[in-house]
């Protein structure tokens, strides 16, 4: 698996349909040796609509670049991927829909991309009844509870149990040890709020109040006062359409006056850093899942993702500077759709036939070198638990940028495994 992860990057091509790539002639010898010709179909679970529509939007373009990619240096044992993406509204219900339409109407090969952790958890039942492989792109610690199924994987995108564990030390050792969070009302915050409190715990600190806002709320100052006065640092995770208005009300309310803020980049994703009324946010820290301001030390492999994504040193799209991307998440839809090549190819997967033997296969796997196909870092994968593990990054807002100032180790990142799913039957 190693050397098929370690695959050189080659140039991208714009891609285009199945039918347009076959009937190409200079296209065509490209696939002229796969069994089949037929593309291999990806129903990709877009949040096109719904408060996850930022994201929808940036995993689409992250989809389409990969697909390019792959598509260019031959596709999946000599068949072009078609993507077949489904808007789920970013709704639980919908979501369950869409992934029985993947299997029934579409006749996909597998389903990918799914962020928003109350559709993964809406969805994933349907995907386990379809006998669907199932490939979610999205931090939520579902997957590696062992609440869902062995259909479903999450193999490109670490989780937030992960995350919260290897942000813990450095918050109670440069922050403070009394906590306030502020986190969303729904099964991602859920997870920052016993992984973080737990995890903060251990370092000797306590939280002293939890307060969750619904996703759809669009005012906030009302919660704020909830905060207690003897708070040292205010944790925050926020999502949805009203985040921009999130963080200028936590500054007004605040004035010159805060605590230490320690943040998760969600709060403030698709949102530009120099925005008016974010000023008070200068000196205070973010995690990034993958860092959006081109760093100092930046990696050829992070400078060719973001040529492939469109996307310029600011984290914003090449084309209109003020459409800025999620680029802390949306890597995982770049990665993950390399490992299912690499699986497919590691199973020499030629139909829906061969499903059982692709999820073995991405069970198989377990170092992931950090490539051109890894550009946010090294990887670890257990095919037990379906998660991966990976580096975590922490900045500050250094003169509106957000400058990386900690990386965690993979094993930092490490808990006891809650789930066997190499034991469940198919």
């Not at 670490?158 to 050792?173: C, E, G, I, L, N």
């Not at 990976?390 to 993979?410: A, D, N, P, W």
Request: hydrophobic content about 40%; proline content about 5%.
């Amino acid at each position: 698996m190693n050397n098929q992860m370690k695959t050189t990057r080659r140039n991208l091509l714009k891609s285009a349909s199945a039918g347009c790539l076959l009937a190409a002639s200079p296209l065509l010898g490209r696939f002229a040796g796969a069994q089949s010709s037929e593309p291999i179909k990806i129903g990709f679970q877009q949040h096109s609509t719904g408060i996850g529509a930022a994201y929808g939007r940036w995993y689409g373009r992250t989809t389409d670049a990969a697909v390019k990619m792959i598509n260019d240096a031959g596709g999946i044992n000599g068949r072009p991927i078609e993507i077949i993406a489904e808007d789920d509204g970013t709704d639980a219900r919908r979501g369950a829909e869409v992934v029985e339409k993947f299997a029934n109407q579409h006749n996909c090969d597998v389903a990918f991309g799914t962020l928003f952790s109350n559709v993964v958890i809406g969805s994933a039942p349907a995907a386990g009844e379809q006998k669907l492989p199932y490939f979610v792109v999205s931090e939520g610690h579902h997957v590696a509870s062992g609440a869902l199924n062995r259909y479903t994987l999450q193999p490109g995108i670490t989780d937030v149990r992960s995350q919260v564990q290897a942000m813990a030390p450095y918050v109670a050792k440069n922050l403070g040890k009394k906590i306030t969070m502020i986190y969303p009302d729904f099964a991602f915050g859920h997870d920052h709020r016993d992984y973080f409190s737990a995890a903060i715990e251990a370092q000797g600190g306590e939280v002293l109040e939890l307060i969750p806002i619904s996703p759809a709320e669009t005012s906030f100052t009302k919660y704020f006062p909830k905060i207690p006065r003897d708070t040292e640092v205010l944790y925050h995770v926020m999502v949805g359409p009203a985040v921009l208005t999130f963080a200028k009300e936590l500054g007004e309310f605040f004035g010159a006056s805060s605590p230490a803020i320690f943040g998760f980049i969600d709060s403030l994703e698709a949102v530009d850093m120099a925005a008016p009324g974010l000023e008070f946010l200068e000196g205070t820290y973010f995690w990034e899942g993958n860092p959006r301001y081109a760093q100092a030390d930046q990696t050829s492999y992070d400078k060719n993702f973001r040529a492939a994504v469109g996307v310029d040193d600011n984290g914003a799209s090449l084309s209109d500077p003020s459409d800025v991307s999620t680029y802390a998440h949306m890597f995982g839809c770049w990665e993950t759709l390399h490992i299912i090549k690499a699986g497919m190819e590691a199973a020499d997967y030629q139909s829906t036939a061969d499903r059982q033997k692709l999820i073995e296969a991405v069970e198989a796997m377990t170092d992931m070198p950090e490539s051109d196909l890894h550009p946010q870092g090294p990887k670890l994968f257990n095919g037990k638990t379906h998660q991966v593990f990976g580096q975590q990054y922490i900045s500050r807002v250094e003169s509106g940028r957000l400058v990386k100032v900690h990386t965690t180790s993979i094993e930092d990142t490490f808990y006891p495994d809650a789930v066997d799913y190499t034991t469940q039957s198919f």
